[in-house]
């Protein structure tokens, strides 16, 4: 069992994107013991959200909050909020595990008991889960005050969007997850809670608070292949995503028209040619595998198709795009990718 008490419970996760899939990961932590702080635009001292587990079953999260105000002094004229939100976790909210206060009717418990005191004012962020979404990451990451030796999880679609921003010092762990959350009203729901994979580029073994974690996160993975199943998803949300986006289908339509089926092939097989450029060990097969996860998730709107409805902007940098960075050092012309790109953009620059 999880021992909230223990040294590696004692170092607080950062939370940047408490949205959808941040939440996931907070519950998660949360009920591994950990502490988890959301960094917000505001200065609210505590986030309540309800999420909806694939049970039905409702879970109150309750964080902490902190001031995105970025480092130093800056940061520190911040204290008073924050030692507000110290003071509230010694109550009947919790710091560590989620645990709604007592009556709260019909919502389930979140995890342990809470044990681990909030980190001291202005202290740099040595644990980071980045899960905005991939434009806004260089925004929601400036004058962040990261430790030299931060771990921070990147918990988003496409690749590259922490590139350059860290120190170098940092250990990025990229987290892929085939769980899906939708907002439901003022909920977030699991609608499908899957495999999820860590990773990083670096050989080796996951970090010592892994095996916590993935005893409270379901079907939570650190594969040797991690590299492989990274660029699987990648080359299905460089495909699905932006395919129906641009012609406003649900995803099991791309495979039942030709035009599109054909349109898909053709970007399966350019994301093929990049990964075999970098890695000779690629299977070259992306086709079937998008094709089976756009028939699996036939009824789905992707969220670049729902990013596109609501005229917001998309995360084709960060999935295309990479693709598209990839091949210009590699010397490799990828038309299908450019053009789909450029139509995407056309629609919301
Ligand atoms: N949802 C899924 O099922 C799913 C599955 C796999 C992967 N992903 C990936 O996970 C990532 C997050 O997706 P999501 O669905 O969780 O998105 P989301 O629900 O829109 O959540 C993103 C959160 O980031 C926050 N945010 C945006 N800019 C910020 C900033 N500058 N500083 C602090 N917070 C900021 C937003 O806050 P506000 O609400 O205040 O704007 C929002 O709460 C994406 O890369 C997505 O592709 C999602």
Same mark, same amino acid.
């Given at each position: 069992?999880?021992?909230?008490?223990?040294?590696?419970?004692?170092?607080?996760?950062?939370? *940047?994107?408490?949205?959808?899939?941040?939440?996931?990961?907070?519950?998660? *932590?949360?009920?591994?013991?950990?502490?988890?702080?959301?960094?917000?635009?505001?200065?609210?001292?505590?986030?309540?959200?309800?999420?909806?587990?694939?049970?039905?079953?409702?879970?109150?999260?309750?964080?902490?909050?902190?001031?995105?105000?970025?480092?130093?002094?800056?940061?520190?004229?911040?204290?008073?909020?924050?030692?507000?939100?110290?003071?509230?976790?010694?109550?009947?909210?919790?710091?560590?595990?989620?645990?709604?206060?007592?009556?709260?009717?019909?919502?389930?418990?979140? $995890?342990?008991?809470?044990?681990?005191?909030?980190?001291?004012?202005?202290?740099?962020?040595?644990?980071?889960?980045?899960?905005?979404?991939?434009?806004?990451?260089?925004?929601?990451?400036?004058?962040?005050?990261?430790?030299?030796?931060?771990?921070?999880?990147?918990?988003?679609?496409?690749? $590259?969007?922490?590139?350059?921003?860290?120190?170098?010092?940092?250990?990025?762990?990229?987290?892929?997850?085939?769980?899906?959350?939708?907002?439901?009203?003022?909920?977030?729901?699991?609608?499908?809670?899957?495999?999820?994979?860590?990773?990083?580029?670096?050989? $080796?073994?996951?970090?010592?608070? !892994?095996?916590?974690?993935?005893?409270?996160?379901?079907?939570?993975?650190?594969?040797?292949? !991690?590299?492989?199943?990274?660029?699987?998803?990648?080359? $299905?949300?460089?495909?699905?995503?932006?395919?129906?986006?641009?012609?406003?289908?649900?995803?099991?339509?791309? !495979?039942?028209?030709?035009?599109?089926?054909?349109?898909?092939?053709?970007?399966?097989?350019?994301?093929?040619?990049? !990964?075999?450029?970098?890695?000779?060990?690629?299977?070259?097969?992306?086709?079937?595998?998008?094709?089976?996860?756009?028939?699996?998730?036939?009824?789905?709107?992707?969220?670049?198709?729902?990013?596109?409805?609501?005229?917001?902007?998309?995360?084709?940098?960060?999935?295309?795009?990479?693709?598209?960075?990839?091949?210009?050092?590699?010397?490799?012309?990828?038309?299908?990718?450019?053009?789909?790109?450029?139509?995407?953009?056309?629609?919301?620059?």
């Amino acid at each position: 069992m999880t021992n909230p008490a223990s040294p590696d419970h004692a170092e607080p996760w950062y939370l *940047l994107g408490a949205g959808n899939m941040g939440l996931l990961a907070a519950h998660y *932590l949360q009920r591994a013991g950990f502490t988890v702080i959301v960094l917000r635009r505001d200065d609210t001292p505590t986030l309540e959200r309800t999420l909806i587990l694939p049970s039905g079953d409702p879970v109150l999260l309750q964080l902490l909050c902190e001031p995105l105000v970025g480092a130093g002094p800056a940061r520190e004229r911040e204290q008073s909020s924050r030692q507000d939100a110290r003071d509230l976790s010694k109550d009947a909210i919790n710091n560590a595990s989620g645990i709604p206060p007592a009556g709260a009717a019909g919502l389930s418990r979140a $995890g342990p008991a809470p044990t681990n005191p909030a980190p001291a004012a202005g202290a740099p962020i040595r644990r980071l889960v980045v899960a905005c979404k991939a434009p806004f990451t260089v925004d929601a990451l400036a004058g962040l005050p990261l430790a030299a030796d931060a771990t921070v999880l990147r918990l988003q679609n496409g690749l $590259g969007s922490l590139d350059g921003l860290l120190p170098d010092g940092a250990r990025m762990i990229e987290v892929v997850s085939a769980s899906a959350v939708k907002r439901d009203g003022d909920a977030h729901r699991v609608v499908a809670e899957n495999d999820t994979w860590m990773g990083e580029s670096a050989a $080796g073994g996951p970090p010592a608070w !892994f095996g916590a974690l993935s005893a409270h996160w379901p079907k939570l993975h650190w594969p040797d292949d !991690f590299r492989h199943r990274q660029w699987r998803k990648l080359v $299905g949300n460089a495909v699905i995503n932006p395919l129906t986006g641009l012609h406003d289908v649900a995803n099991g339509r791309i !495979f039942q028209d030709p035009a599109l089926a054909g349109e898909a092939e053709q970007l399966a097989r350019e994301a093929d040619r990049v !990964f075999t450029a970098l890695d000779p060990t690629w299977p070259g097969d992306s086709l079937p595998g998008v094709r089976a996860l756009a028939e699996a998730t036939a009824g789905n709107t992707s969220s670049m198709r729902a990013d596109m409805q609501a005229g917001a902007v998309t995360e084709i940098d960060a999935i295309n795009g990479w693709l598209l960075r990839q091949a210009e050092a590699l010397d490799i012309d990828l038309p299908a990718h450019r053009r789909i790109v450029a139509a995407v953009k056309a629609r919301h620059p």
